[in-house]
């Protein structure tokens, strides 16, 4: 098993910057996808983010040059830096943990962007 606990959520104003933190721990690999998901009311869950064991990442079009997702072998902890945040972003965010063993969701952390 893998436990995630995610956190950094909050209120922000449009225009401004938060960063999710999903950290990890049980069953930690080598070998790893890592997704960030977001779910805005009303609406289907979907792709933000995704950052693989060797480093690479992809994006939803609509974050690509806003958010960058990344991580810290050592804490076993990822991140997803969100900037220029818009009104549109506003969902609750999950982390996704992905290898051998199984797939994993962390319990989600709400991001509103408001003024």
């Known amino acids: 098993q893998v436990q995630l606990v995610e956190s950094g959520g909050g209120l922000v104003q449009p225009g401004g910057s938060l960063r999710l933190s999903c950290a990890a721990s049980?069953?930690?690999?080598?070998?790893?996808?890592v997704h960030w998901y977001r779910q805005a009311p009303g609406k289907q869950r979907e792709f933000v983010a995704r950052?693989?064991?060797?480093?690479?990442?992809l994006y939803l079009d609509s974050v690509q040059g806003r958010f960058i997702i990344s991580e810290d072998n050592a804490k076993n902890t990822f991140y997803l830096q969100m900037n220029s945040l818009e009104p549109e972003d506003t969902a609750v965010y999950y982390c996704?943990?992905?290898?051998?063993?199984?797939?994993?969701w962390g319990q989600g952390t709400q991001v509103t962007v408001s003024s």
């Open positions: 950052i693989t064991n060797d480093g690479g990442t």
């Open positions: 996704n943990y992905h290898n051998s063993l199984g797939n994993f």
């Open positions: 049980g069953n930690i690999f080598s070998r790893f996808v």
